[in-house]
C-alpha cells in the first residue's frame, strides 16, 4: 500500500567532503566543484547505468536520530529562505531533510551553463526546535528531497512552496487553490502485479536544478530501477496554474508485466457514492480526487467516478491516441467535506500526451483502504507494446495541475454519483431472473447542452455487464434551475463480480453528455470492508 506521509525517497550513500568547496550566492549550500552536464549526457549516463547489474541506492547510515523522526518531529524542521539554493531567483529552491520515512537522500546538483556543482547537506541550513531529534543527525547526511519556493525571502509567499520533489519517483504541485493533493510519478512498473509478484518503485537518485529563466524552472533527473533506468527533463511554469511539460528517454534491463507511463496518484477513503457507507468517520467525504476523466483518441469524454472497492480493482479503458487523462476533484463545494484541510480545493492533474501514444489503454487502480492516509487510487496510461529488455522508450506529455475542468464542452458532466445502501427484496417482490440484492442510484448531470430540454423526453442510455436494471429515468433537480438533471436507476445483482455500467444521456440523435462509466459491487447489507 502506497502511504500519503509515509513515502520512500530512494537516493545515493551520503557525501563525503570536497576540497575546493564554494558557498553558494546569498548564504546557502556549499556547492561542489562544477562537472558538465546536459540531457545528452544525462541519457549517455543512464544508458550506460542500465548495462551495468542493478545496485539498490542504499540508505543514509543507520542512527537512533533518523529513527526518532517520525512524522511529527520532522514536520517541525525548517529550511530557511535565506539559506536557499538560487536565492535570488524568483522561486528559489529549498531542501527536506532525512528522517524516519526517508532514509534515501538524494544528490541534487546546481545546473548553469552546461555545468552541474553538486549541493551538500549541512546540519546548520536547517532549523530545529527544542528536542528535536535532526539536532543529532551528523554533517554530510544528505537531502530526502527538494522544493520550489513562491518567491525569495523577505518577499510575501517566500514561505511557501508550489512544486517538490520527494520519495521515489513522486512529484506534485500545487494548483489554483494553493494545496497539494494527488501525485504524478516519473514511471509506473508493475502496479497492481499478479500473484508471487510485487510492484517495483524505481527512483530517481540524481536532480540537476536550474534557476528560473523566462517564468520556467527546468529539472533534470535521473531514474534508477531493477528493471529500468531513465532520463528526464521537467519544465514547470506556476502560472496561470502549474504546468510540467515531461520528457523522458527510459532504457530497459528487463521486460515488465505492466509499463505504466504519466502515473498519477491519489487517494480516496469514501464519497457520495455508496463507499460512504464502509466508513466511519464525522465527514461527509474524505478524498483528494474523486473521479478519473478520460478523453479518447475518438474524442469520448468518459467520467469515472472513483470508489474504494473491497478488493484490489484494475479497471482498462482501452484507446488509441487519447487525448489526455487525469485524476479530478469535481466537487469543489466546502460543504462537501467541512474540514479544515481544504479537500475543496485539491488540485486536478490532466496529462496531454505528446505525440501519437498509439494503441493501449487507460487503467485504473483502485485498493482498499479504511484510513485517509493511503494513497489508494493510481492511473495510469499502458500501452500494447510495451518495451522489450535492452530496448529504449522515449515519450512526452504534459501535466496541468488545476481547478478548472481541464476540458472545454458543452456536454453535461456528472456532478453526482449517488447510491442507496443495498437491501435484499421482500419476498413479495422476489421473481424469476430478477437478483435479489437491489440498489438505487441516483446520478446528477449539469451543462449547457441541457438548457431548454426537457429530461424526461431524454434517453438515458445505459449498459450494464451483468445484472438486470429497471426504474430508469431522468427528471428536474428540485434547485429551482433547468440544470442539473437527476437520473434515477435500480439496478439488481449478486455475487462478488463488480457489475460494469456505461450510461449516456441522448435527445434523438444528440449527445447530451459525458459517459458515465461505474463499476459496481453488489455488497450484501452490513458488509464491511
Not at 502511504?3 to 558557498?23: D, Q, S, W
Request: charged share 25%; aromatic share 10%; with cysteine.
Amino acid at each position: 500500500m502506497i502511504t500519503r506521509r509515509v513515502l520512500t525517497a530512494i537516493g545515493l550513500l551520503a557525501l563525503a567532503p570536497y576540497p575546493g568547496l564554494a558557498r553558494a550566492a546569498g548564504g546557502g549550500p556549499r556547492l561542489a566543484p562544477p562537472e558538465p552536464m546536459d540531457l545528452d549526457r544525462l541519457k549517455d549516463l543512464a544508458r550506460t547505468l542500465r548495462d551495468r547489474p542493478y545496485a539498490p541506492p542504499p540508505e543514509a547510515p543507520a542512527s537512533a536520530a533518523l529513527d526518532a523522526l517520525t512524522y511529527g518531529p520532522l514536520q517541525e524542521i525548517r529550511y530557511p529562505p535565506g539559506h536557499a539554493l538560487f536565492a535570488d531567483s524568483p522561486y528559489p529552491v529549498t531542501f527536506f531533510h532525512l528522517g524516519n520515512f526517508f532514509r534515501h537522500p538524494v544528490k541534487v546538483y546546481a545546473l548553469e551553463g552546461g555545468q552541474a556543482r553538486e549541493v551538500l547537506y549541512a546540519h546548520d541550513l536547517f532549523t530545529y526546535p527544542p528536542g528535536n531529534p535532526a539536532k543529532d543527525v551528523p554533517d554530510g547526511a544528505g537531502f530526502a528531497g527538494f522544493r520550489f519556493q513562491k518567491a525569495p525571502a523577505g518577499q510575501p509567499g517566500d514561505d511557501g512552496d508550489w512544486l517538490a520533489f520527494l520519495g521515489a519517483s513522486y512529484f506534485r504541485a500545487a494548483g489554483d487553490g494553493a494545496q497539494y493533493g494527488a501525485s504524478a510519478r516519473g514511471i509506473a512498473i508493475d502496479t497492481a502485479p499478479g500473484p508471487g509478484k510485487t510492484e517495483e518503485f524505481p527512483v530517481f537518485t540524481r536532480f540537476y536544478v536550474s534557476p528560473a529563466s523566462d517564468g520556467a524552472v527546468t529539472v533534470l533527473a535521473l531514474l534508477e530501477g531493477r528493471s529500468l533506468t531513465g532520463a528526464y527533463r521537467f519544465v514547470a511554469r506556476k502560472e496561470p496554474h502549474v504546468v510540467i511539460d515531461v520528457a523522458c528517454t527510459v532504457y530497459m534491463r528487463e521486460a515488465v508485466e505492466r509499463f505504466g507511463m504519466a502515473p498519477l496518484t491519489s487517494m480516496l477513503w469514501y464519497s457520495e457514492g455508496m463507499s460512504r457507507f464502509l466508513a466511519s468517520d464525522w465527514r461527509p467525504e474524505v478524498h483528494d480526487s474523486d473521479g478519473l476523466l478520460m478523453q479518447t483518441g475518438s474524442g469520448e469524454l468518459i467520467w469515472r467516478p472513483l470508489n474504494n472497492p473491497p478488493r484490489l480493482s484494475v479497471s482498462a479503458f482501452a484507446d488509441r491516441s487519447p487525448k489526455g487523462f487525469g485524476l479530478l476533484q469535481r466537487d469543489r463545494a466546502y460543504e462537501t467535506y467541512i474540514d479544515d484541510g481544504f479537500e475543496e480545493n485539491r488540485p486536478d492533474i490532466w496529462v496531454e500526451p505528446q505525440g501519437d501514444w498509439g494503441r493501449g489503454s487507460v487503467q485504473l487502480v483502485e485498493i482498499p483502504t479504511h484510513q485517509e492516509t493511503d494513497d489508494n487510487i493510481v492511473a495510469l496510461w499502458v500501452p500494447d507494446d510495451a518495451p522489450k529488455a535492452g530496448s529504449d522508450r522515449s515519450f512526452a506529455y504534459r501535466l496541468r495541475w488545476t481547478v478548472a475542468e481541464p476540458v472545454a464542452t458543452d456536454l453535461a458532466r456528472c456532478v453526482a454519483t449517488r447510491a442507496t445502501k443495498a437491501a435484499w427484496l421482500a419476498d413479495a417482490d422476489r421473481r424469476p431472473g430478477r437478483a435479489n440484492l437491489v440498489r438505487q442510484f441516483v446520478l446528477e448531470f449539469e451543462g449547457a447542452a441541457l438548457s431548454g430540454l426537457d429530461p424526461e423526453k431524454a434517453t438515458v442510455a445505459l449498459t450494464l455487464s451483468r445484472g438486470s436494471v429497471e426504474e430508469v429515468g431522468a427528471t428536474w433537480a428540485p434547485y429551482g434551475k433547468p440544470s442539473p438533471w437527476r437520473v434515477f436507476l435500480k439496478v439488481y445483482a449478486e455475487g462478488p463480480d463488480p457489475v460494469e455500467m456505461r450510461l449516456q444521456l441522448r435527445s434523438g440523435d444528440r449527445l447530451l453528455s459525458e459517459t458515465w462509466a461505474y463499476q459496481y459491487y453488489p455488497q450484501a447489507p452490513g458488509t464491511v470492508l
